[in-house]
């Protein structure tokens, strides 16, 4: 740890001379005697103060026979085998190519009743192997209809993200290897003129995501999809938590009604059920959620630390800073926060590359394959990673910035632990006036442990960091906006109980972002007590509380 602070202290101290190089003298120099500094004591390693809770078996409920089938699977991999699916061969030689044997239980659940013409609701976990599941029968779809261009398209799947979307269309395109049939993808970012000029060329497998493919329905002409016979959505809880609950009622009417619908989601919410009402038709439920109410990954381990405002960063760069062999994501609440972080992260040396929703869709789809394909680095993003993304073998998933509600702490901690017998870890970092999130999390049946973090092993760069931010211009200008979204973001929390901006200690949040008082910025935050009130006594406006942290109607679960 001595050699990593004196290091980390080096680099600092080099670009800050470098800086200063012919400078007047009457700008400020970094305290090299304080940034010099180093801990000569340590103390015992983290430790574990409380046992993870076991997590109680429950039963699904039992469905009505004469209007749907269920199947209920239990693990993640099956004994069952593509071979003994009665699938083409160039389907198989693909499958083969792509290295897979075995189905996954949704993969073996879905795929027969799918092949069969059926529409399937399917419930399963991330990283489960719906892709494939999905794929397979479009794939067969086609082929069996024999399309061509000149058929338009055949089979349509809508994601909720731009990088899902980009993630499936490369599955679709190794299954498609050894067909004729054609695949194309719609999403928003792209040049929507080339994407109509592929339409109208004949795309027979198109993956979209809402808002872009409504548009095309609408206004691209040439847009044969009359023949339309089978329509996919994935991660449909996503779509309509992404408020495109509107865009895909005016999909669901504009599409032909005599079609195949296959929907998966990983939660079954109301707003979920009544899009599989208005667009199944007596599907067979899958559903391979095992039935022990897990809802995070099996192999994954939980922690949560607390840790003053003031030494977030410096809790985060000391982790980081040790953990450089490791991949790590790391989730923020605001696009300017991942940008002022990934400047820190440039100016004490550690690579890292950063996803937010303030790129452009090239910069986002570069950075997401440098990162899947990397065997360690740092990824700083915000929830636009979060869900539904097959990212190998990330190490640590880090929650800097508290997520909205538990459903946003299962979907950022879902990627990593990823299938059968995979490993990983997550940290989520809170404040002290932060701490009763926990009960919601425990009311949610996610388990997980307090880790002491020792404040002497911290790196203490903090007085060189501060220096440095306000004599650099671009990086003090994009701390003061990181500063401001914070904020604006801590404010508009639905759990307001809990995360009341107004409880926030300004001087020590300021600290976080390099600023040794609060910077003078426009925050724009409401005031009084008694919206405050309000908000404590209705349990947040969405009805969140510990005795329903999915919201209102939303649990049954005691209290913890």
Not at 7 to 25: M, Y
Not at 191 to 215: F, H, K, M, V, Y
Not at 295 to 313: A, D, F, H, I, W
Request: glycine share 6%; aromatic share 6%; proline share 4%.
């Amino acid at each position: 740890m001595v050699e990593l602070e004196k290091k980390t202290t080096e680099e600092l101290k080099k670009r800050t001379r470098k800086r200063n190089r012919g400078k007047k003298n009457d700008q400020q120099r970094v305290d090299e005697e304080n940034a010099d500094e180093i801990q000569k004591k340590t103390e015992k390693k983290v430790k574990l103060r409380e046992e993870e809770e076991e997590v109680e078996a429950k039963e699904e409920g039992e469905v009505e026979e004469e209007k749907k089938m269920v199947i209920v699977s239990k693990g993640i991999m099956t004994n069952e085998t593509f071979e003994s699916l009665d699938l083409s061969e160039p389907t198989f030689a693909a499958i083969k190519e792509m290295g897979f044997q075995h189905m996954t239980q949704i993969q073996a659940g879905s795929i027969p009743p799918l092949l069969e013409g059926k529409d399937v609701l399917g419930a399963a976990r991330t990283g489960s192997g719906k892709t494939l599941a999905f794929l397979i029968p479009a794939v067969e779809l086609l082929l069996k209809e024999r399309f061509s261009p000149r058929n338009g398209t055949g089979v349509i799947v809508i994601c909720p993200t731009r990088e899902l979307a980009i993630q499936t269309k490369n599955v679709a395109e190794e299954l498609l290897r050894h067909h004729s049939q054609t695949v194309s993808m719609v999403i928003g970012g792209n040049n929507r003129r080339s994407e109509a000029q592929r339409i109208a060329s004949g795309s027979n497998l198109l993956i979209a995501t809402p808002g872009r493919l409504l548009d095309h329905l609408q206004h691209t002409k040439g847009f044969i999809f009359k023949h339309l016979k089978c329509l996919v959505i994935d991660e449909a809880d996503r779509i309509l938590e992404e408020n495109f609950e509107e865009d895909m009622n005016k999909i669901l009417k504009i599409l032909p009604k005599t079609r195949q619908t296959a929907l998966f989601s990983a939660t079954q919410t109301s707003k979920v059920q009544d899009l599989a009402r208005v667009s199944l038709t007596s599907p067979v439920h899958v559903d391979v959620d095992d039935g022990r109410r897990k809802v995070t990954n099996e192999g994954l381990e939980q922690g949560y630390c607390v840790v003053p405002s003031e030494k977030r960063l410096i809790l985060l760069i000391s982790f980081l800073k040790k953990n450089l062999n490791k991949k790590i994501m790391v989730f923020f609440s605001t696009c300017k926060s991942v940008q002022f972080h990934a400047g820190i992260m440039k100016l004490i040396n550690v690579d890292s590359c950063d996803i937010h929703g303030g790129l452009d869709q090239n910069r986002r789809t570069k950075t997401f394959f440098d990162f899947m394909k990397a065997e360690k680095g740092i990824l700083l993003c915000t929830d636009v990673a979060a869900r539904g993304l097959d990212i190998p073998s990330v190490d640590w998933i880090i929650q800097y910035d508290p997520p909205d509600k538990p459903t946003e702490y299962i979907h950022r901690v879902g990627r990593t632990a990823r299938g059968e017998g995979a490993k990983g870890k997550a940290l989520l970092v809170l404040i002290p006036e932060e701490l009763q999130f926990i009960r919601y999390l425990k009311a949610a049946k996610v388990p997980v442990k307090e880790l002491e973090f020792n404040e002497k092993k911290l790196l203490n760069v903090r007085s060189a960091l501060e220096k440095y931010v306000a004599n650099d211009y671009s990086l003090n200008k994009i701390a003061k906006e990181a500063y401001r979204a914070y904020i604006s973001a801590y404010n508009s929390h639905s759990l307001k109980d809990i995360f009341n901006v107004h409880r926030l200690d300004l001087q020590a949040v300021a600290a976080s972002f390099c600023f040794s008082s609060p910077p003078k910025v426009n925050l724009n935050i409401e005031s009084g007590a008694g919206k405050v009130r309000k908000a404590r006594n209705q349990q947040s406006r969405n009805g969140f509380s510990p005795f329903s942290p999915y919201g209102k109607g939303k649990s049954t679960a005691k209290e913890a």
